[in-house]
């Protein structure tokens, strides 16, 4: 599954590498509202939980489905500003059906159902059909669907309010300790880009960010199969310290795509795609591999020995080490005529602590 967005005939200059403090407080916001998804933040999550004013808390909990499962497209700007107010300010601009559209799409939960013409704001079925979806996500969420098809003009002014409160609180105290590495990234992918060309540029944002074969789309891993067109406007990618694991993609008909990706960490082990996690547990899956593996674990053993102590015929085993081998989950060395096979204890171990117990039981 996965992104594509076609960039054929895109114009030089137009994917562009830039900063917003609005898609930075976005992804804060999400740490508070998802603080597991981000065990690195989980102290800061909790300070700031413990020093917000109760009705900060309160306006955060009504609206925390603009960002906690996914991100609403306006608070993710294709064109950022140097300031959180300049971005605000944008917000502002953005007509009644745009933002509405967007805010119930994020509403109505990940599987991003959308809103086509007519608007909710103006037919009663399309009304009706966001209520229920709202609804079916709960209370506080039917409760805002219904403020905004109301009133959106109030709810947008009551959002702003909410944000222009966050950087008071916390933001902008947490802006001023990341937006240094926050231009050091951008300026580093950017420079990568001018000299090497998008290819990669791309593999330094993330390795599920890739360059089609044929140059003409970028491929992002994710849940949803889409399509999307960058137009003349381009693509941006917005670094963030806070998005981490985080790989967030705005790419809704009538907004520009837009793509915020973790920013290295100093000595961090690489991504490993979603197929080779695949691989692997699918490696894992059988009963008789994961036997093999467990053998393994205690020491380096040759096709023969393996089929020897399980009464396994040697092809049979065969079959099933090359199964482990192409997951990565076994290293070999060659003594003269025998392969000796031994366990990758560092692959395992990325797989889940448990596992690796249970293996060396």
């Known amino acids: 599954m996965a992104l594509r967005i076609d960039i054929g005939g895109l114009p030089p200059g137009r994917v562009r590498f830039s900063v917003s403090p609005l898609a930075e407080l976005t992804a804060m916001l999400h740490v508070l509202a998802e603080p597991s998804h981000h065990p690195q933040h989980v102290g800061w999550a909790g300070s ?21 499962s996914s991100r609403a497209d306006f608070l993710v700007p294709a064109r950022p500003r140097p300031t959180l107010a300049e971005e605000l300010d944008d917000v502002d601009r953005i007509d009644d059906e745009a933002y509405a559209t967007a805010a119930l799409v994020t509403t109505c939960g990940s599987n991003r159902v959308r809103f086509n013409a007519p608007s909710p704001l103006a037919d009663a079925t399309a009304r009706d059909r966001a209520l229920a979806l709202a609804q079916a996500r709960g ?20 959002v702003r309010e909410t944000l222009e409160a966050c950087a008071e609180a916390f933001f902008d105290a947490a802006w001023a300790s990341v937006a240094v590495r926050l231009a050091d990234d951008r300026r580093l992918k950017h420079d990568l880009l001018q000299r ?24 992002v891993d994710k849940l949803q199969d889409s399509a999307t067109t960058a137009d003349d406007a381009g693509i941006t990618f917005l670094p963030s310290v806070f998005g981490r694991p985080h790989l967030v993609a705005v790419y809704a008909k009538g907004w520009q795509p837009v793509v915020q990706y973790p920013v290295a960490e100093p000595n961090a082990p690489e991504s490993v795609s979603l197929e080779t996690v695949t691989l692997r547990l699918e490696a894992l899956a059988h009963p008789v591999r994961l ?27 065969s079959r099933h080490l090359a199964v482990l081998r192409r997951a990565g989950l076994l290293t070999s060395q ?11 204890p560092t692959d395992v171990t990325a797989l889940g602590s448990d596992l690796l117990s249970a293996v060396l039981r």
């Open 334 to 344: 060659r003594h003269g005529r025998y392969v000796r096979y031994s366990l990758n």
């Open 48 to 68: 700031v939980w413990a020093s917000l004013p109760p009705e900060l808390a309160e306006r955060l909990d009504e609206a925390e489905f603009l960002w906690r």
């Open 196 to 219: 090497k060309g998008i290819g990669p540029a791309l593999a330094a944002v993330s390795s599920a960010v890739t360059l089609a074969p044929d140059g003409g789309a970028i491929v």
């Open 139 to 158: 209370a506080v969420q039917e409760a805002f669907a219904e403020r905004l098809l109301t009133d959106p003009a109030a709810v947008r002014a009551r």
């Open 291 to 317: 036997r093999l593996l467990r053998t393994l674990a205690r020491g380096a053993h040759t096709t023969g020995e393996l089929a020897h102590a399980w009464e396994l015929s040697p092809p049979e085993v």
